[in-house]
């Protein structure tokens, strides 16, 4: 049973292409974010979600467009993409208010744009 | 300056070692203070939390916090090849939004 999961895993681009990750709970929880993790590990959340409706967007160039169609499913779509975006993407979800200092991580999507 | 800082390591001590990790923070608004834990290719998974100065222990981990120097520490005792992974230490600030820092992760090695 995944709790959060992620497809695809692995995403090998050129750059200047447009690329979706899409990204699934099923633990119940109302709120879903977007991190991306540097190459020295940084890991910096990006956009969250709360029952269908966008509650945080960081400072993020708007080539990155997240889509939550419903609570358990939030996708990321990246337009025009750049040498700079490589990275490993995290979905995670959590229980909203103060429930949310637990955050369930999904397996990653490993970004190389070459 | 980055809000939470780890030093990234990496740490490499013998099995049954006294691991101590450590982690410093500016902010504070921040209230809830965690541990999370991230094998190689995973994704991050929380370890610990605490929302108060003070020492947490759980089994082998104790988490220390000192809001008045804003350091926060990690203790793993008995250290085991297992434990080898990337530690990231986490705050949130007060509201409600979910909103996470990280800081970079220490990664430990645990060699048998």
């Known amino acids: 049973d995944t709790a959060v999961s992620q497809t695809p895993k692995y995403l090998v681009t050129q750059m200047g292409n447009d690329k979706s990750i899409k990204c699934e709970q099923n633990?119940?929880?109302?709120?879903m974010y977007w991190y991306k993790q540097d190459s020295k590990k940084f890991l910096k959340i990006m956009f969250s979600?709360?029952?269908?409706?966008?509650?945080i967007n960081e400072t993020v160039p708007n080539r990155f467009s997240p889509k939550s169609p419903d609570k358990a499913h939030l996708n990321l779509h990246i337009n025009s993409l750049e040498l700079g975006d490589s990275a490993v993407y995290f979905c995670?979800?959590?229980?909203?208010?103060?429930?949310?200092?637990?955050?369930?991580f999904g397996p990653g999507t490993r970004l190389t744009v070459t | 300056q980055k809000e939470v800082e780890q030093d990234p390591g990496p740490l490499s001590v013998p099995e049954g070692a006294i691991v101590s990790l450590n982690c410093t923070y500016s902010?504070?608004?921040?209230?809830?203070f965690m541990w999370y834990r991230q094998y190689s290719r995973k994704g991050p998974e929380l370890l610990m939390y605490?929302?108060?100065?003070g020492n947490k222990e759980d089994g082998r981990f104790t988490a220390q916090v000192d809001k008045s120097s804003k350091y926060i520490s990690l203790f793993i005792r008995d250290s085991q090849p297992s434990d080898s992974a990337t530690y990231l230490c986490a705050q949130r600030p007060s509201g409600n939004t979910g909103k996470l820092i990280f800081g970079q992760g220490t990664t430990l090695q645990v060699k048998p």
């Open positions: 605490t929302y108060s100065s």
């Open positions: 979600y709360n029952n269908k409706e966008l509650i």
């Open positions: 633990l119940g929880h109302d709120t």
């Open positions: 995670a979800s959590s229980r909203p208010g103060t429930g949310s200092y637990e955050q369930y």
């Open positions: 902010n504070s608004a921040f209230q809830y």
